[in-house]
């Protein structure tokens, strides 16, 4: 029973400035949204995942502190009043705007990242050497890369942007680059007189580095097949073969001066400007495939996935230093 020198429990016209424990707590505000909403304490206790008689007690602990009811019982339903209806849209409100406060305070400490998938011979050779630009100028950006032949699920697998390697008759999303070819080796096998590497049918007397055979890469006419039908060797038979299933290997088999490897440009541009390849022959030839860019919709809302994007096709659109320039799409 409340004597008259007992304080009020919730601020009234006579108390003047709200004090922190006039408040209720937020819990008991939470069953009586959820009591409000529902006109049911059976339902907002099994949302609440607390039994009926709880929800039932927290109600009354607020209607004890305001002095008023907030909910009329009848018979197996509930109906609010007047004052639950008052007390209703402020807590709705105020439940909203804490929703969304905490929601853009959480969204402002997650980490930023941008998740990319690409081939193994990309990210190695063309991607992660130019990466440092990247991350240079976004600071405090995750960049993941996985890298792998395998067509990855870009909603599965939670990524941002694909950079796809495939025909240019079929090439899907944003062109990057088409590829061109020629034979790539190291320096030193130039300097052999007992097997020369002078004219491209000197190829029989060296290991070809090469990749393993699929039934999808014999349709892309992969690896060697377009260079060699430009230079009217389509059947040549070297000493040895070499077969890798990733292209970076056969090209760090290349720089080591195992054999020739065929180099796609402009993936091999800097280690033919850095000489630690060189292009034996002249004539390059068009593979008649390409790179592109491959954004996924959980990008849209990722301004660092975007910057990247950006950034990829500035990239691809720089001169190539050293060999043939790729032929870039308009």
């Known amino acids: 029973m409340r004597t008259e020198n007992a304080k009020p429990q919730f601020p009234t016209p006579q108390t003047g400035a709200i004090q922190r424990s006039e408040l209720p707590r937020l ?77 853009r305070v959480r969204a402002s400490t997650q980490l930023r990242q941008v998740a990319i998938t690409t081939t193994a011979g990309f990210a190695s050779l063309w991607l992660i050497p130019r990466l440092e630009r990247f991350t240079a100028d976004h600071p405090g950006v995750d960049v993941r890369v996985s890298a792998t032949n395998e067509l990855l699920d870009l909603a599965r697998a939670h990524i941002d942007v694909a950079v796809r390697f495939c ?15 020629y034979p790539v080796c190291a ?23 090469a990749m393993m055979e699929t039934p999808q890469e014999s349709a892309l006419n992969a690896d060697w097949a377009p260079w060699l039908n430009i230079m009217g060797l389509p059947e040549l038979r070297t000493k ?32 033919l400007r850095d000489g630690r390849l060189v292009a034996p022959f002249g004539g390059t030839a ?18 660092d996935a975007q910057d990247f994007v950006r950034w990829l096709r500035a990239e691809a659109e720089a001169p190539v230093v050293a060999g043939a320039p790729p032929r870039v799409f308009s």
């Open 286 to 303: 068009a593979s008649q495939r390409g790179y592109f860019v491959v954004t996924a919709p959980r990008a849209a809302g990722n301004p």
């Open 187 to 209: 320096p030193q096998l130039l300097g052999n007189p007992a097997r020369p590497l002078q004219t491209p049918a000197d190829l029989v007397q060296h290991t070809l580095l």
């Open 27 to 103: 819990d008991l505000l939470r069953s009586f949204e959820a009591a409000a909403r529902t006109l049911s304490f059976t339902l907002a206790a099994k949302e609440l995942f607390l039994t009926q008689s709880a929800v039932s007690r927290q109600i009354q602990q607020i209607e004890a502190g305001l002095g008023v009811p907030l909910f009329e019982r009848r018979h197996r339903a509930l109906a609010l009043t007047e004052a639950g209806q008052v007390l209703q849209r402020a807590v709705v409100d105020c439940l909203e705007r804490l929703r969304d406060a905490t929601a």
């Open 240 to 271: 040895n073969t070499l077969r890798f299933t990733q292209y970076s290997d056969a090209i760090a088999a290349a720089v080591a001066g195992q054999g020739v490897a065929i180099g796609r440009l402009p993936l091999v541009a800097g280690l």
């Open 167 to 181: 025909r240019v008759s079929e090439g899907v999303g944003q062109p990057l680059f088409e590829e061109t070819v």
